[in-house]
């Protein structure tokens, strides 16, 4: 092409201006000083190329100057005294757009810097909002805007009628949750946008694809190797469904790590290397963490400290700065590392919190009021501060148990930390102990008597009757189900699954104890519900206590039952703000009960935060703002 170009316009006798200028004087114009720029590939020197023409085609007194210069993205690199009218066009207008509606807007205007018709009047040094705003940033601005709005006003009306339930379409109570679903997957793609506007391509070219495509293509063959030669050789390693999702995650996790790294590095020098590598050793760790979960064994403290924490703490932190993407490029380069230290810190703190366990002279002391609340088929929070206390019989002690839920032995619950929780319930003297569930991570299926071991000091309860238990969902993985078994069967520790048991307690009276098992078809847990409670009628005169560990599940008890619901699942909320005395968590937005005390016609449920952590299979995300829960409940009837 090059070679075609210069023989036909020397044919025709076009003069061909490659980093060069030429003039010609024109009969009442005067002189035109024309400059010719060549293309440069190589985006790095692209401003050193328009500076260098520049400096060699100085201006002619008098004359007026037009710039020939192919690719509008190089007009910010103009010097802006140059005085010249700039020719460009590489952009074929936008490519797609709306302009043949008289709107204006094109594809190229709203992914790069780059106008990509008609004049500019300044250097591009600032960014051009306007499109980009029309087609992206205004509507989805403007719907997260109408749904943070929705959700305010539904939590104002719910903190203030505690008495009612704020009844709106079965859509509508999803909204938050949706509201941060579009946030978090938009936010990455907002900044992507605009960082690319501020920087041009060199953002993709030079900083993001090398980062993010080093991350994926050092993780995926290496994740292959692990699913075909560490995987499927025993009942102790991950599935193949899990072993095709855990790099899917990191892949995703990459892409939300490099936006951030991108946003709290860019344009800086000296000693930022320090916080490179350490912003990389984090990334590095969340890879060994993913290939090590094929494995499912535990591993050493050397191997936590090193390795596992920091890649809690690393995918904690990339989620929490994730949702600062959205406005972060329109700070200025040198201060955008600042917003992202609260996210960075906060994961400490969340890891903190996961590992917290209280000694029983620090046990939280909850007081549950069983009596009929006449709240209807709506699920809320009771309003324990215009209760009746003459309605209970005050010389009657209260029954007295302590609720050990989703421990989760595995990367953050060791079996020294379970046997702590252990001792220190034993230590309360409670009348019982419920356990709800979900025992287990995959991690810890390689010692076949780990229950046995972590749950020893439960034994001289067990062995007075005084233990009962429940599946949750995780014990029905893997080997999962027969190790409860197993384990509770060595204890002596009652497993109900969708049966109940009755036990006479000294000074309380008799109580009956139902547990249910866990159903994972959604439109048949309402069912399977109301046929257990069929299947255990009431018994005359007995305290009622169901182990759901479910608590979403709760809406579907009877509302006849008077029963206290112990559930756990939740993590209490998972992620949230109750350390500031806050009712508010991640789980709350999908509209299911988090954490605490709730009822429901003549049912009390009461949900517990966990002992233990467990998500996205290796405890990748850390609990904040939401402790673990270490207390003991006292039932006033």
């Known amino acids: 092409a090059l070679d075609m170009t210069k023989d036909g316009f020397q044919q025709l006798g076009i003069r061909l201006l490659v980093d060069e200028s030429d003039t010609i ?26 500076e260098v023409v520049c400096r060699n085609t100085p201006r002619i007194e008098g004359a007026k100057r037009v710039f020939l210069l192919h690719d509008p993205g190089c007009f910010k690199f103009v010097p802006t005294d140059q005085e010249a009218l700039v020719l460009s066009g590489h952009t074929h207008g936008g490519a797609l757009g709306l302009r043949s509606l008289g709107i204006d807007f094109s594809l190229v205007e709203a992914v790069v810097s780059t106008q990509s018709t008609g004049a500019i009047t300044e250097p591009n040094y ?15 601005s403007a719907l997260l805007a109408f749904l943070l709005a929705f959700c305010l006003v539904d939590n104002l009306v719910l903190a203030f009628n505690t008495t009612k339930q704020y009844n709106t379409m079965k859509f509508f109570r999803f909204l938050p949750l949706i509201f941060v679903v579009l946030w978090f997957l938009g936010s990455p793609i907002v900044s992507l946008v605009l960082l690319t506007r501020e920087y041009g391509h060199t953002y993709l070219y030079d900083q993001f694809f090398p980062l993010w495509m080093a991350s994926v293509g050092l993780a995926i063959p290496t994740l292959i190797i692990s699913w075909k030669y560490l995987s499927f050789n025993d009942d102790f390693t991950r599935s193949r469904r899990m072993m095709i999702f855990i790099p ?16 709290m590095f860019h344009d800086y020098v000296g000693l930022v290397w320090i916080g490179r590598g350490v912003f990389l050793y984090f990334h590095f760790c969340v890879l060994a963490q993913s290939i090590m979960l094929s494995q499912c064994r535990l591993r050493g403290k050397p191997y936590k400290v090193m390795i ?70 709506t699920v809320q929070r009771p309003n324990y501060r215009k209760i009746n206390h003459s309605l209970y019989n005050s010389q009657n002690e209260p029954f007295t ?33 419920f356990i709800t569930g979900d025992l287990f991570t995959p991690e810890a299926y390689s010692n076949p008597n780990i229950l046995y071991e972590a749950f020893s000091p439960l034994k001289p309860l067990a062995d007075r009757n005084r233990v009962f238990a429940c599946l949750g969902n995780h014990d029905y993985e893997g080997v999962a189900l027969d190790m409860t078994k197993d384990g509770f069967q060595q204890l002596g520790i009652r497993l109900l699954v969708d049966e109940s048991d009755t036990i006479e307690i000294e000074g309380i009276g008799t109580i009956q104890i139902v547990g249910f098992g866990f159903t994972f078809n959604f439109k048949k847990r309402k069912e399977s519900v109301e046929v257990v409670c069929r299947n255990t009628p009431r018994i005359e005169g007995a ?95």
């Open 308 to 377: 596992s924490f920091p890649a809690s703490i690393m995918f904690t932190f990339v989620l929490l700065g994730s949702l600062q993407l959205f406005f972060l490029p329109l700070i200025p380069a040198y201060y955008r590392f600042i917003p992202l230290l609260l996210p960075f810190f906060l994961s400490f703190v969340g890891l903190y919190q996961t590992q917290q366990t209280r000694s029983h002279k620090n046990y939280d002391i909850v007081d549950i009021y069983m009596k009929p609340q006449g709240t209807g088929n």
């Open 25 to 50: 004087e024109i009969e009442g114009i005067g002189t035109i000083q024309i400059v010719g720029f060549g293309f440069t590939f190589n985006f790095k020197k692209r401003k050193e190329s328009v």
């Open 401 to 433: 148990f302590v609720q050990i839920t989703d421990p989760h032995l595995g990367p953050m619950m060791s079996v020294e930390r379970l046997q702590e929780v252990c001792r220190n319930a034993v230590k309360m003297n409670p009348h019982m102990v």
């Open 126 to 140: 600032t960014l051009p909002l306007s499109s980009l705003s029309f087609c992206f940033l205004v509507p989805y």
């Open 543 to 637: 305290k009622r206590v169901f182990l759901l560990h479910d608590p979403g599940c709760f809406k579907f008890v009877p509302t006849d039952q008077e029963a206290l619901v112990l559930s756990g699942h939740t993590h209490g909320g998972a992620l949230g703000l109750r350390s500031l005395g806050i009712d508010f968590s991640l789980v709350k937005l999908s509209g299911v009960p988090d954490a605490g005390i709730f009822v429901c016609g003549s049912n009390t449920l009461y949900v517990h935060s966990g002992q233990g952590s467990r998500s996205l299979m290796g405890n990748m995300v850390l609990k904040l703002g939401v402790p673990t829960e270490d207390s003991l409940m006292r039932v006033h009837y």
């Open 248 to 263: 899917l995650i990191f892949t995703f996790y990459s892409y939300y790590a490099v936006s951030v790294y991108v946003n």
